[in-house]
């Protein structure tokens, strides 16, 4: 059993920045592959941003050039930097660990964009 421990949501005006983390209870990063995902009130949750095992990554054409995901083995974590951010971008924010039949999820944290 995996568990995932997000942080770095909160409140934040258009155009501002976040950085989310998503700590994980024992090290997988270098095996598992690792998402963001989104849900906004009302809407399907959506993958946001992937990075694999091997450290490709990939987006969703809503974020891509303003969010950025990366990670760290040696901090079992990985983080999602956020830029110019958008009142679209309103969602709760999910980190997803995934491996074969196994998929691990966090807790959720809550963004808020708006002025």
């Known amino acids: 059993q995996v568990q995932l421990v997000e942080s770095g949501g909160g409140l934040v005006q258009p155009g501002g920045f976040l950085k989310f983390s998503c700590a994980a209870s024992?090290?997988?990063?270098?095996?598992?592959?690792i998402c963001w995902y989104r849900q906004a009130p009302g809407k399907q949750r959506e993958l946001v941003a992937a990075?694999?095992?091997?450290?490709?990554?990939n987006y969703a054409d809503s974020v891509k050039g303003r969010f950025t995901i990366f990670r760290d083995n040696d901090k079992n974590s990985v983080y999602l930097r956020m830029d110019n951010l958008k009142p679209e971008d309103t969602a709760v924010y999910y980190c997803?660990?995934?491996?074969?039949?196994?998929?691990?999820w966090g807790q959720g944290t809550q963004v808020t964009v708006s002025s």
């Open positions: 024992r090290s997988i990063f270098s095996i598992y592959a």
């Open positions: 997803n660990a995934a491996r074969g039949p196994n998929s691990y």
């Open positions: 990075i694999t095992s091997g450290g490709s990554t």
